[in-house]
């Protein structure tokens, strides 16, 4: 099995990984203006595409893939709320292309992945020309999927975590370890390899609090997530503790998906409940939001864009108001500048912000101690070779493979490929 990574390693962004010439795992983009796109995109040529969640540094620059098949279009594997989901995000970075000067791809790409999609439940397995795979929940987002590959000739096998969280949160349930097959081949990601997360339930308590506060004195309150996952985690925690928050941006046509899928959330109900007590806005309605004491969460995650920007221009200067993020802000984006610099880039412009920033670790990725009980499960199984990609720490996380289990761990750079017998 000839395996080669053309992004998302020793890098969190544009996750593609390559098997034997034939099979994708993922195609994602890292934003950016332009995003950036995985090595040798427009030259490679899969027969299938397997897409392990929405977010789009794993699914983004899939469309792409649809006009350049040498021998026809590519099939996509993914879960039916993945396909949807990613429909809707590629829908907005063709928008967002038209509006910044660039071009990735077109509606009648989407159109073709569309047609060309094979939605796959959890435990269902498909035959792949010489190939069996089977999709595993994955407890990060709606719909998003570990995936197990076996190649028949070889009798070799492959597990790919994709993003993966093993404690359930308000939104998802979550797998456990047990749940998992054995494989030869462990691909793990390690966003939070050397970090730990906090006690959820006390950093829900203090984002409340801290909320209530600027509430309280008259102020309002930013709440930037992303689309996927984060707005619907976010609204349900505000929801339960009582608070009504304004909702804008596409974090709500992502909760109007979800809820033709209530099988891919852990509680559809509380979902909807939550989003029945939220009050929408949209471009026409913004002002009303500052009429109050409020809190809005909004997108974009991470202020690269989106109606955030809106909200930041126009309240950037009240020392008595909040931005709380709500994750990990990748580096060179507005969020990540704002943390470090106090201010962001709104329409070409570097606006200084007053506002008090804050930053709360709703992560929907395993902590150091759930990614190290993975590997040491598939160890256990008889996994023998382990890549680590998809992190800052790459190398950290494979060096404790390593040591801890005399595997051979690897992480892997760009560009590089491995063939495994
Ligand atoms: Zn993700």
């Known amino acids: 099995m000839k395996i080669k990574f053309l992004g998302g390693c020793n890098e969190v962004g544009r996750s593609a990984i390559l098997v034997d010439d034939k099979i994708m795992m993922d195609y994602g983009l890292r934003p950016s203006t332009p995003p950036e796109t995985p090595e040798g995109n427009g030259r490679v040529h899969p027969e299938s595409v397997v897409v392990s969640h929405a977010h789009l540094d794993h699914s983004g620059m899939v469309p792409s893939l649809m006009s350049m098949g040498r021998d026809g279009t590519p099939d996509v594997y993914m879960t039916a709320v993945t396909s949807d989901l990613a429909q809707l995000l590629s829908r907005d970075t063709i928008k967002i292309g038209k509006d910044q000067g660039f071009f990735l791809f077109g509606p009648e790409d989407l159109r073709k992945m569309n047609e060309h999609t094979h939605t796959l439940g959890y435990g269902e397995r498909v035959a792949l020309d010489g190939y069996e795979l089977e999709l595993f929940n994955a407890g990060h987002i709606p719909g998003s ?6 190649k028949e000739s070889e009798d070799i096998s492959l597990f790919y975590t994709g993003d993966i969280k093993m404690d359930a949160t308000r939104l998802m349930e979550c797998p456990s370890p047990e749940d998992f097959p054995a494989a030869d081949i462990l691909l793990i990601e390690s966003t939070y390899y050397g970090r730990e997360h906090r006690d959820r339930q006390e950093l829900e308590r203090e984002f409340i609090d801290s909320i209530t506060e600027t509430l309280n004195s008259g102020h309002n309150a930013i709440v930037p997530c992303f689309a996927v996952g984060r707005t619907q985690e976010v609204v349900m925690i505000l929801h339960s503790y009582g608070l009504t928050p304004y909702v804008d941006g596409m974090g709500l046509g992502v909760f109007r998906t979800l809820k033709n899928h209530p099988s891919f959330v852990r509680n559809a109900k509380a979902l909807n409940d ?57 580096e060179g984006t507005n ?21 008090q920033v804050e930053q709360y670790d709703f992560s929907a990725h395993a902590g150091d101690s759930e990614l190290k009980g993975i590997v040491s499960k598939f160890y256990e199984n008889g996994t023998g070779i382990i890549f680590t990609v998809h992190g800052d720490d790459t190398e950290g996380f494979a060096t404790w493979a390593r040591e801890e289990y005399g595997c051979d761990a690897i992480s892997p750079k760009v560009g ?6």
């Not at 009303?288 to 690269?304: C, D, H, Q, R």
């Not at 969020?335 to 070409?348: H, K, S």
């Open 145 to 150: 999927a570990s995936a197990y590959l076996r």
């Open 274 to 330: 939550a989003f029945g007590n939220a009050q929408f806005v949209n471009s026409k309605h913004r002002k009303k939001v500052f009429s109050e004491p409020s809190v809005i969460v909004t997108t974009a995650g991470m202020l690269n864009g989106g109606p955030v920007l809106y909200y930041l221009k126009k309240i950037h200067e009240d020392p008595k108001s909040k931005v709380l993020l709500t994750g990990y802000q990748i």
């Open 335 to 355: 969020g990540e500048r704002l943390m470090d610099e106090g201010c962001v880039e709104i329409d070409g412009e570097i606006v200084k912000v007053n506002m």
């Open 416 to 421: 590089e490929e491995f063939i495994i017998e």
